[in-house]
Structure formats: structure tokens, C-alpha cells
């Protein structure tokens, strides 16, 4: 995984992206306006997925903060589109990095052994299934792992989170926090 230094106030790295309807999107057209940036793992990711659902479920709290939601995938738009924006009706901008050079730019990379052979893991997947979660299937291609980042009005981490694992999501609250504090 490639190294990357963000300590909170340090500026963000650029960010920018088409997005899925094909309008180029970028983090600088933000500024003066809190951001959050999610990057997303695979389309099948059901764990990227109930992530996405809870950040729809805090609409409204995210508003109240004025910020924009960026969510940043590196898979097949016609899948993501599909499994987010006609299933969950995404109210959030969807940017697309398939050569996953922003991922690399922000600190993420492939998930190793070491984000797969986690007990908990299999545990969380079992849990979700009996839930009736999709999971869908892998393009093939290795994983790539994602990350949760609040972007102040001045462009600066205000918050920085690199999932270790598929389930190592923190939780909107801590993002709600961050925003709150900028």
C-alpha cells in the first residue's frame, strides 16, 4: 500500500474526477464548504454498501452541516450506477477513479492477506447474509480498499480514516463529529 502522511490540518490532496452522469467534478470546487470523501471498495462490496446506506440515513444531519458528500468508486459504472443509484436513489455525488490513481493519491491501495484472513470478517459476512445482503461477484481485479476523510472549509483533513479491513468503516457519528468541529 502506497504511504501517505495526512495528519489533521494537513491540506488535502487534489480530487479531481468525472462523475457517473460525466461531469467533472473536483475537491477545489468545494472550498469554503466542509467536504466528505468516501472512497468505496469493490461494487459488490455489501460492506461499502451498508456504508452508503448510512450515510443516506444521515441526510439530513449531513445538511445541517452544509457539507458535500463525495463518494469516490473505482469499478464498473454501470454496476455502481445500478446498485446505487437506482436501488439506494443516491443523493450524494459519485465520482469514478477506475485507473485508481486518486486511491493511491489519498493513502488506499489493494487489500492484502492481512485485510482477508480476519475472523471478523467472515463473522460480519455471515451476519449481513442472514440479514439478506447481496453480495454480487468480483470483476477479477484485486480489491482495493477504502477510506472515510472530512475535508475542512479551508481544504484540510479534519478527519482521516484508511480501512485496514472490508468492515473497518468508522462510524457516521465520528464523521457527523468532524464536521461539527470545522
Not at 58 to 85: G, H, I, K, N
Request: hydrophobic share 45%; proline share 7%.
Amino acid at each position: 500500500m502506497p504511504s501517505f502522511a495526512s495528519s489533521l490540518g494537513s491540506p488535502a490532496p487534489p480530487l479531481e474526477l468525472p462523475s457517473a452522469t460525466g461531469e467533472q467534478q473536483s475537491l477545489s470546487q468545494f472550498r469554503g464548504r466542509p467536504v466528505v470523501v468516501s472512497f468505496l471498495g469493490p461494487a459488490h462490496c455489501m460492506f461499502c454498501r451498508a456504508h452508503v446506506i448510512r450515510l443516506i440515513q444521515a441526510r439530513r444531519e449531513l445538511e445541517a452541516t452544509t457539507a458535500q458528500v463525495l463518494l469516490v468508486a473505482y469499478e464498473d459504472p454501470a454496476a455502481l450506477m445500478s446498485q446505487l443509484f437506482r436501488d439506494l436513489q443516491l443523493p450524494f455525488t459519485l465520482l469514478l477513479d477506475s485507473r485508481k490513481a486518486f486511491y493511491a493519491q489519498w493513502g488506499m491501495g489493494a487489500a492484502g492477506w492481512g485485510a482477508i484472513m480476519r475472523p471478523r470478517l467472515y463473522w460480519s459476512v455471515i451476519r449481513m447474509m442472514l440479514r439478506g445482503a447481496r453480495t454480487g461477484t468480483s470483476s477479477g481485479e484485486p480489491n482495493y480498499l477504502g477510506g472515510d476523510f472530512v475535508i475542512d472549509r479551508a481544504g484540510r483533513f479534519a478527519f482521516a480514516h484508511r480501512q485496514k479491513s472490508f468492515y473497518d468503516r468508522p462510524p457516521i457519528e465520528s464523521l457527523l463529529s468532524a464536521l461539527k468541529q470545522t
